[in-house]
């Protein structure tokens, strides 16, 4: 049976992706406001049908849960704007032959992508996503650095190596021996003290490295609200991607 592209909750349509996977178990997952089921090899016909409808039905139930009112999703096309604390970028896309693919910064927030038109059209949304990505963090790197000076003077008051925003989807932020922190890019869409409090939770491992209760007391301390943040991070980071 033909299974549906999308998946409409209140007004919105978030996309349904299907991945066929040499695995004995089918998954689901929420990324980037796309619905994507990776559906085992081995399961057919009514079977297949059942995993589909079950997992549709697990992720209209958690969307429906979702207020999207305190974050904007990036829009990585000709004409879309990405939503930051302190800053909204206008999208451009030139489709042009024969060209280096690149992304131009002008006037602060107008950032305009050069495509080469020998890439495929899933190629290129990949690129204009990469390219821009890579502008914003750049651009972006100065706040990032303001925020967590700030926050290391006012409540920790260490040293700190390198600080940068990264590309990843499997944590939040990270601290690491060298006393370098990175803080996922994708905290640019969450709300401004969600930001603060992955900040403050990276400090904290400049005292405690590791998540002890002497650790979670330096969190506290700087953020005497921060299960608030946890709360958001758990019920809606998923669709930061």
Request: contains cysteine; hydrophobic residues 40%.
């Amino acid at each position: 049976m033909p299974y549906p592209e999308f998946l409409k909750v209140g007004q919105t349509n978030y996309p349904i992706e299907y991945w066929p996977v040499l695995k004995t178990t089918s998954t689901v997952r929420i990324k980037n406001g796309v619905v994507l089921l990776k559906l085992s090899r081995f399961a057919h016909g009514g079977k297949r049908d059942e995993i589909v409808e079950k997992f549709l039905k697990w992720a209209e139930k958690r969307l429906e849960k979702v207020e999207k009112s305190d974050f904007v999703t990036p829009e990585y096309k000709d004409g879309g704007r990405i939503v930051t604390h302190n800053k909204i970028y206008e999208l451009t896309v030139d489709v042009m032959p024969g060209i280096i693919s690149r992304a131009v910064l002008r006037e602060g927030h107008f950032l305009k992508i050069r495509l080469n038109s020998f890439l495929s059209e899933a190629e290129g949304r990949e690129k204009i996503k990469f390219l821009t990505e890579r502008a914003i963090m750049k651009d972006q790197t100065p706040y990032l650095k303001e925020v967590l000076e700030e926050l290391n003077q006012l409540h920790f008051q260490e040293k700190v190596n390198d600080i940068r925003f990264k590309r990843t989807n499997s944590r939040f932020g990270s601290c690491s021996s060298k006393r370098n922190i990175n803080i996922a890019y994708r905290l640019l869409f969450a709300p401004r003290e969600v930001f603060r409090y992955v900040c403050v939770h990276e400090l904290s491992h400049l005292k405690e490295f590791n998540h002890s209760a002497r650790f979670w007391a330096w969190v506290e301390m700087a953020m005497p609200n921060y299960k608030e943040a946890e709360k958001w991070l758990k019920s809606r980071g998923f669709l930061l991607g």
